[in-house]
């Protein structure tokens, strides 16, 4: 809204084109029409629907993951800001998570091992195992960097932080969840916690 003087045709009150003329206490002022109403269009109803998808999901790991891993990395903006936004490709327009490869568990500097796989256990019930190659000797990583997991079910989401550290070159973990498809983020950090990777991902069927 603009104020104006008055000039030589004087004041104006009324529509005139794209602007507004009114006068309020003796001062003349000018403004834009308002738009049309576009607050609710199918794009905007989709984009809302991934946010209240991903922002509940975040809520939820709040204490487990957005404190302790994301807000290490977030910089000007909160951990918990960033895994939204990071995160929002993943979900479709209905606010379902299906693009499992573009989600992330975690960020970071800590380097991931080399050749780190996951895959199921066949030995053993919702078992998984892991293996990679450990560089801390050549300064990649730290030997005690210790081994973390996100757990994707159909219904549930968890967060293992396991034993296992990157010199074990391998692990195996019996996974919270029943036989059948699982989506598996694999990360390290640093013993202390003050750093830590970014993610591997990798769809298992367990059996």
């Given at each position: 809204m603009g104020k104006y003087t008055q000039g030589i045709l004087g004041p104006f009150s009324g529509k005139v084109g794209a602007v507004v003329g009114s006068s309020w206490k003796g001062v003349n002022y000018i403004k834009s029409l308002p738009g049309p109403n576009t607050s609710n269009t199918e794009a905007q109803q989709q984009q809302r629907s991934r946010f209240k998808s991903v922002v509940s999901l975040a809520s939820s790991l709040?204490?487990?993951?957005?404190?302790?891993?994301?807000?290490l990395v977030g910089g000007k903006m909160t951990g918990y800001n960033l895994f939204v936004k990071t995160?929002?490709?993943?979900?479709?327009?209905?606010?379902?998570?299906?693009?499992?490869?573009?989600?992330?568990?975690?960020?970071?500097?800590?380097?991931?091992?080399?050749?780190?796989?996951?895959q199921d256990d066949a030995d053993v019930v919702s078992g998984i195992e892991l293996s990679w190659k450990d560089d801390s000797a050549?300064?990649?990583?730290?030997?005690?960097?210790?081994l973390h997991l996100l757990v994707m079910t159909a219904d549930k989401v968890h967060i293992l932080n396991t034993a296992s550290v990157r010199s074990d070159q391998s692990a195996e973990i019996t996974l919270p969840a029943p036989a059948g498809e699982v989506h598996v983020y694999a990360f390290f950090g640093t013993a202390?916690?003050?750093?830590f990777s970014p993610d591997l991902y990798s769809k298992i069927l367990l059996s």
């Amino acid at each position: 809204m603009g104020k104006y003087t008055q000039g030589i045709l004087g004041p104006f009150s009324g529509k005139v084109g794209a602007v507004v003329g009114s006068s309020w206490k003796g001062v003349n002022y000018i403004k834009s029409l308002p738009g049309p109403n576009t607050s609710n269009t199918e794009a905007q109803q989709q984009q809302r629907s991934r946010f209240k998808s991903v922002v509940s999901l975040a809520s939820s790991l709040m204490s487990s993951l957005i404190r302790p891993v994301w807000n290490l990395v977030g910089g000007k903006m909160t951990g918990y800001n960033l895994f939204v936004k990071t995160n929002m490709p993943a979900f479709d327009e209905s606010g379902t998570l299906v693009n499992y490869s573009d989600f992330h568990a975690s960020l970071g500097a800590l380097p991931l091992p080399e050749n780190l796989t996951i895959q199921d256990d066949a030995d053993v019930v919702s078992g998984i195992e892991l293996s990679w190659k450990d560089d801390s000797a050549v300064g990649v990583g730290n030997a005690d960097d210790k081994l973390h997991l996100l757990v994707m079910t159909a219904d549930k989401v968890h967060i293992l932080n396991t034993a296992s550290v990157r010199s074990d070159q391998s692990a195996e973990i019996t996974l919270p969840a029943p036989a059948g498809e699982v989506h598996v983020y694999a990360f390290f950090g640093t013993a202390e916690g003050g750093q830590f990777s970014p993610d591997l991902y990798s769809k298992i069927l367990l059996s």
